[in-house]
């Protein structure tokens, strides 16, 4: 099992920039990629940024936003700059272990006021 907590929400004017971060724990070590996904009001739930072997982002954060892993390698922060109205959402942090068993986290609200 594990567990994925997110933290770095919060309300940010449009252009302003945050740092969102996740910490996992539990089976760690079974941890290989980690994401970012997000839920706005109304719609269903998109993919924003994962890192693994290789780094990618969804067309609509690309250049504004950027995933990183801490040195312990359960931590997985999102810095997301040029913040846009649009980005208000739920963000939730994802893995899955190598049985295909998903994790989530609880989510953490972004509110970006115009």
Known sequence: ??????SGGGLVQAGGS??????????????????WYRQAPGKQREWVATMGGSTNYADSVKG?????????????????????????AVYYCYTADPYGR?????????????
């Open 102 to 114: 998903a994790y989530w986290g609880q989510g953490t609200q972004v509110t970006v006021s115009s």
């Open 64 to 88: 504004r936003f950027s995933i990183s892993r801490g040195n312990a390698k359960n931590t997985v922060f999102l810095q997301m700059n040029s913040l846009k109205p649009e980005d208000t």
């Open 1 to 6: 099992q594990v567990q994925l907590v997110e």
């Open 18 to 35: 945050l740092r969102l971060s996740c910490a996992a724990s539990g089976s760690i070590f079974s941890i290989d990629a980690m994401a």
